[in-house]
């Protein structure tokens, strides 16, 4: 195990947070992230601690997606994005969560499932819809199978549009949306 | 491959055998392109000639479904592929089934590696496979109104269309014998799927496990749809295969058009399908060092696979390979101060994968987990028609890159490793082997890429043909099989994906294992759910 450990230490990177460092002059296809993650990273820590005393606990419910979305949501809470360290974290359990992060257009087989998990989480609780699927249905919004995204089945309260949403986007898109919400609740700033 | 003198083609033994045994239930032989001869079997002799084919004549089944062709001809038609490897040749069986009386004898009765396939069928068209050793619906839950089949042409959903998810799980009895179901929910970052066991004690009795919750009707959308927008919903079957899925479609059409698609794009092609495999593959490794306690493992693992999907964006614009690949070509270049950047990271990524494994594999606490766990046997994988990595780890040398070469594998150099235990230690050692296949495939491409265009253009599309793209995809064989409209838009899409045909082995493998292995188990697979339930 010390094996493991012993590059990230020697670099003094532990949980790989270290990027791809890119020769000057080499195309790149890849759009600029908004900010850089930590930065963000750390305005979303204290918008946590703002409004949820520090810890906000996610239940993530995948409702038809491709399974695109749930893999960025699984890198952000993987080493390099690590959200944990912000405050946010998933739980297992509906019952233990804040929140919703829902995934896919909300398949109709699975629409009774969805509904139930939602009633198991303890109001107030949020809802956000990560992914174009989620949003309006995306790509197969006009199939008779799913519903036109997440709103038609729960009061969503964030969206996160993208195919999926890259993890800085989903970051990105988490900060607004606390921004938001906490002028929304009257929270006054720090 | 060779030939000894006086040996036939493999698809030259299997006409010859079916016109011996077989002589007048042979209708008709075509061959309708490079690859793919079509036999015309009546659908009361289907299950037969598939059966020798698979049983004598060395065919694997690759996929079964069915067209409804009611309004031209009065009937549903039903296709079966199968490969005859080594040889690159695919044998298709086609039959008739009258529209009157849509039923004929089941191909699963005597081949179970249709047993998921005629299921589906049944659903989809109303077509019934009599003797169907398991004939509960696959797709459909209970709720549907009878005599709702969402692939027949004239289907409409119907109003009182009840989607509530209920449905009978096969019942076992005893004293001290407990059902545990579990899902469709998950907790964890997952995708929905119902798993229904029967236990005594720690152990599990039998496990059968109920899909069709992402069921989002893709093929039934695809019809009538134009090719861009069809590549749009190939791509989207599932996020963790997206460029295998475009990779299978654009073959299928490829195939159908008879284009040859440009040295260069075949080679790029190759380092985008790699690149998805090592992704695949290094998530799959940590998926199991997590189910087992060793997060150190799989937090490196994690982190390998956060810098492939980086490195995908930097070069290709999306962590998925999206948008890259497109009938008759690819959409990007990769230059060489690129290519050489990619073979950097990578070199940090195969030293890293050496250490970890063999961190791995020396402790107990790992070992012990992985060892004897959801053993799938070569005989139960060869009778359910399992394929990749799951296939291989149990003793079985398939891959669709060597037996239906694509893209540029005919002129690369590569293993294909397997493993004979059939445990979850030998998938988790066989992803290892594999990822440094794959490392090596793309070091034999770096600054040796071909010149030349990236995009062949298609000109114009023979309509009512068919084409079929076979790709391995990091699970296994993944076919998408596409037929053209007169009008040059898609008549009909099947796709069959590998977890597709894994799911009934993964059900086969946990009996006789503990409750809280399964999860371990599930993982060592690790199948999709939306690429399965399309
Ligand atoms: S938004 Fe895109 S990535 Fe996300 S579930 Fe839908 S198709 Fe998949």
Redesign the pocket.
């Known amino acids: 195990m010390w094996d493991l450990l012993q590059g990230p230490l020697q670099r003094g990177v532990l949980a790989g947070r270290a990027a791809l460092s890119i020769p000057t002059g080499m195309a790149v296809a890849a759009s600029e992230p908004p900010l850089p993650p930590e930065v963000m990273g750390e305005a979303l820590r204290s918008e946590v601690r703002r409004l949820f005393r520090g810890s906000l606990q996610l239940r993530q419910l995948s409702a038809g997606?491709?399974n695109?979305?749930e893999s960025e949501l699984q890198a952000l809470f993987a080493p390099f994005h690590d959200l944990q360290r912000y405050g946010i974290d998933i739980v297992a359990s509906p019952r233990h969560a804040d929140g919703l992060l829902v995934?896919?257009p909300v398949s109709r087989q699975l629409e009774e499932a969805v509904r139930m998990t939602d009633e198991a989480v303890p109001r107030p609780r949020l809802v956000i819809a990560v992914?174009?699927?989620a949003c309006d249905g995306?790509?197969c919004r006009d199939s008779f199978a799913v519903h036109r995204g997440v709103a038609e089945v729960l009061p969503v309260d964030v969206r996160i549009p993208g195919?999926?949403p890259r993890p800085p986007e989903i970051l990105e898109a988490l900060l607004m949306a606390l921004g938001r919400l906490a002028v929304r609740a009257g929270v006054a700033r720090a | 491959m060779t030939l000894e003198s006086g040996e036939l083609f493999p698809v030259d033994r299997a006409l010859r055998g079916l016109r011996e045994r077989f002589g007048e239930a042979v209708l008709d032989a075509d061959r309708v392109s490079l690859r793919e001869q079509v036999v015309v079997v009546p659908s009361a002799r289907l299950a037969e000639v598939v059966e020798a084919v698979t049983r004598e004549w060395g065919g694997t089944l690759l996929t079964l479904f069915g067209i409804d062709e009611r309004a031209q001809a009065g009937r549903y038609r039903i296709h079966v592929m199968c490969s005859l490897a080594p040889q690159d040749a695919v044998l298709t069986f086609v039959a008739g089934v009258p529209e009157h009386a849509p039923r004929y004898p089941s191909v699963a009765a005597r081949v179970p590696a249709a047993l998921w396939l005629e299921r589906e069928l049944a659903d989809m068209l109303g077509v019934t496979p009599d003797g169907h050793p398991d004939p509960r619906p696959l797709v459909a839950h209970a709720g549907w109104p009878a005599a709702t089949h969402p692939l027949r042409r004239d289907f409409s959903p119907p109003a009182d269309w009840q989607w509530a998810p209920r449905f009978a799980t096969p019942q076992v009895e005893g004293e001290g014998v407990f059902e545990i179901p579990v899902g469709p929910i998950h907790a964890g970052i997952i995708e929905p799927g119902h798993f229904r066991f029967a236990s005594m004690g720690e152990s599990v009795l039998q496990l059968d496990v109920r899909l069709g919750w992402t069921w989002r009707g893709l093929e039934k959308s695809a019809e009538g749809a134009s090719l861009s927008r069809g590549l749009e919903l190939a791509e989207?079957v599932c996020?963790m295969c997206a460029l295998h899925h475009a990779l299978a479609y654009c073959g299928a059409i490829e195939e159908l058009a008879g284009v040859q698609v440009p040295p260069r794009a075949r080679a790029i092609r190759v380092l985008l399908a790699e690149l998805e495999r090592l992704v695949n593959h290094l998530g799959d490794m940590a998926g199991i060092l997590n189910d087992v306690a060793w997060v150190v493992g799989w937090a490196e693992c994690m982190r390998l696979k956060e810098r492939l999907q980086q490195a995908n964006d930097v070069l290709f614009g999306h962590r998925f390979l999206r948008g890259t690949c497109v009938p008759g070509g690819v959409t990007r270049e990769v230059d060489d101060t690129q290519q050489l950047w990619l073979r950097s990271v990578l070199a940090d990524v195969r030293a890293d994968v050496v250490t970890v494994q063999r961190l791995a594999l020396a402790e107990p606490s790992v070992v012990d987990r992985l060892a004897g766990a959801g053993v799938l046997s070569r005989e139960v994988a060869e009778d359910l028609g399992a394929t990749g990595t799951a296939a291989r780890a149990s003793g079985r040398t398939l891959d669709l890159r060597r037996d239906h070469p694509y893209a540029l594998y005919r002129e690369l150099d590569f293993a294909i490793p397997t493993r004979s235990a059939g445990d979850v230690r030998a998938r988790f050692e066989l992803r290892g082997d594999e990822i440094h296949e794959s490392l090596n495939l793309i070091d034999q491409l770096v600054h040796r890429l071909p010149g030349g265009p990236l995009v062949q253009h298609l000109g114009e599309l023979p309509a009512g043909r068919w084409g079929c793209g076979l790709v391995e995809s990091a699970r296994g064989a993944l076919t998408h099989w596409l037929h053209l409209a007169p009008d040059g838009r898609i008549a009909d899409w099947r796709v069959r994906s590998a977890s597709h045909a894994l799911w009934p082995a993964l059900a086969q493998s946990v009996p006789g294992n503990i409750v809280p292995d399964f999860p371990l188990i599930n993982k060592s697979f690790n199948l999709c759910y939306g690429c399965c339930d399309k």
């Open positions: 997606s491709c695109g979305c995934t896919g992914g174009d699927c995306g790509f195919c999926p | 989207r996020g």
